[in-house]
């Protein structure tokens, strides 16, 4: 949940289909639009991409990959389209376009990449679907009311538009990050012409091969190689002689001498040096039920047994039977909890039938409503360090007796950040150590200290974990650290 994040966030269905809720998505064509509308298309799900996943701001990272994307747009001989490479801050290693230029890798991939030529392979193929229009014809199949509890937002949005912007986005926020898969077809096509592209750029186009080579590898330490798929494979379907094929294409092509942007593999990983594995803390953490925001200095638990999950937009939980959500979003500044009701929307009718009360002795204002669908919710406003955060419990009228008490103690459970909060919040960050000669990985990670095992730093670094290692050879490592806020130096 980002310490800018607002909240009313209401979202149409489009072609573009990218960002959907509990997998819910179907694949499909749509109309043909012109190049304009493709890009207003694209405009506009790049703000939902930054406002619901968030982007990593550091330049050593951003203006790195935009270097390497400038030199491939050059090599695709497409100067009409307004190119646009960003890092998305998603700890799962994926790549994604969406119409009108806009190519993202996310920090769980650049963690993986090993060599320029990996990256460069990754954004060539990115840079292919949009070229070849793929990214228009995906389609988003379903709204969150209608996977959560089988009610369109459209229709709460007509009972309430308030009620509706803040229903309708329950089954996103805990969902994460989900994109509408490729054919294989277009998958096929997007290697060709990525693999060709890089070449003519002159990095090695058979380095995307060796890319999906590591993360098959990764997938397999997966939860000891459960069926479930990476993000990257969910949404790029992978064929059994798919990498073959990229190696047979790499070897027909001809590679422009060209010397790489970061030049030596020091310098490619001194600029993921610090690089956050991994959740990131900034957006606030999960320390078992109980979610705390360093940013924001807040904790508030969710209830038992729920699953959790965290975005900038936003943090939630959804019960076990998925019958009900709580969220808590950032209304936004204000130090006046119905005021903030207002600005969500409520007429001036639901305001009258405002409670006003205190909650961990901050201001606060509660009320609960029902709509004609039989959807029931339960709001809360709190006022704390001049914002005002909403907690938003989500049921069905039928289930609502069940879980009223979990959404009144969720939203009572809001307090500042303890001293001992704030010793609870890590992240995991990449740090560079330098390897003596002969060592293995796991000699190396004992000597720094790491939340990777052995076989995890193996893939992370493209080796074995019997491979010896030359001295000096820069290898990359995870390591636990405090949270630290921006413009503070982190520990080394």
């Known amino acids: 949940m980002s310490a800018i994040a607002m909240s009313n966030l209401s979202r149409r269905q489009c072609c573009a289909g990218l960002l959907t809720v509990l997998g819910g998505l179907a694949a499909g064509g749509c109309l043909t639009i012109s190049p304009q509308e493709e890009q207003k298309l694209g405009d506009k799900e790049a703000k939902e991409v930054e406002r619901t996943v968030g982007l990593i701001r550091d330049p050593r990272l951003v203006e790195y990959v935009q270097a390497i994307g400038v030199r491939l747009a050059k090599a695709t001989g497409r100067t009409d389209i307004a190119w646009q490479w960003s890092v998305a801050d998603d700890a799962d290693a994926n790549a994604f376009a969406l119409p009108g230029g806009y190519v993202y890798v996310t920090r769980g991939l650049l963690a993986l990449t090993n060599r320029e030529d990996e990256l460069a392979g990754v954004l060539a193929h990115e840079m292919a679907h949009v070229t070849e229009r793929h990214a228009v014809n995906r389609v988003r199949a379903a709204t969150p009311l209608a996977v959560l509890f089988g009610v369109p937002s459209g229709i709460l949005g007509m009972v309430s538009p308030s009620l509706g912007g803040m229903i309708g986005g329950a089954g996103r926020v805990v969902s994460g990050l989900t994109l509408a898969p490729y054919s294989r077809e277009q998958e096929t096509e997007a290697d060709r012409i990525g693999v060709a592209a890089a070449a003519r750029a002159g990095w090695d186009p058979g380095a995307l091969a060796e890319f999906l080579s590591a993360l098959e590898r990764a997938e397999a330490l997966t939860e000891g190689g459960s069926k479930q798929r990476s993000s990257f494979f969910a949404t790029h379907p992978s064929t059994p002689d798919r990498v073959a094929k990229i190696q047979a294409e790499a070897r027909s092509l001809s590679r422009t001498s060209v010397a790489s942007i970061a030049g030596t593999r020091a310098a490619l990983l001194g600029r993921l040096d610090g690089l956050v594995i991994g959740d990131n803390a900034a957006n606030g953490v999960f320390v078992g039920r109980l979610f705390l925001h360093p940013e924001l200095d807040l904790a508030l638990e969710m209830p038992a047994n729920w699953k959790t999950a965290n975005s900038p937009e936003a943090a939630g939980a959804v019960a076990p039977d998925e019958a009900a959500v709580?969220?808590?979003?950032?209304?936004?500044?204000?130090?006046?909890?119905?005021?903030?009701?207002?600005?969500?929307?409520?007429?001036?009718?639901?305001?009258?039938?405002?409670?006003?009360?205190?909650?961990?002795?901050?201001?606060?204002?509660?009320?609960?409503?029902?709509?004609?669908?039989?959807?029931?919710?339960?709001?809360?406003?709190?006022?704390?360090?001049?914002?005002?955060?909403?907690?938003?419990?989500?049921?069905?009228?039928?289930?609502?007796?069940?879980?009223?008490?979990?959404?009144?103690?969720?939203?009572?459970?809001?307090?500042?950040?303890?001293?001992?909060?704030?010793?609870?919040?890590?992240?995991?960050?990449?740090?560079?150590?330098?390897?003596?000669?002969?060592?293995?990985?796991?000699?190396?990670i004992a000597r720094g200290g790491t939340t990777w095992n052995a076989a995890q730093a193996a893939v992370a670094n493209g080796v074995t974990t019997e491979q010896a290692l030359d001295r000096d050879w820069p290898v990359k490592v995870a390591v636990s650290e405090r949270y630290q806020p921006a413009g503070t130096a982190p520990p080394r």
């Open 326 to 444: 709580v969220l808590l979003h950032v209304v936004g500044d204000g130090e006046d909890p119905v005021a903030g009701a207002r600005a969500d929307g409520l007429t001036d009718d639901q305001i009258q039938k405002i409670r006003r009360l205190q909650i961990s002795q901050l201001p606060a204002a509660t009320i609960s409503a029902s709509t004609r669908d039989g959807t029931r919710v339960a709001l809360t406003w709190i006022a704390h360090r001049k914002r005002i955060f909403r907690v938003t419990g989500v049921s069905k009228a039928s289930e609502w007796e069940r879980y009223r008490g979990d959404f009144e103690r969720t939203a009572t459970s809001f307090r500042p950040l303890r001293a001992e909060d704030r010793t609870r919040i890590t992240e995991s960050r990449l740090r560079v150590r330098p390897a003596r000669a002969g060592d293995k990985i796991a000699q190396v």
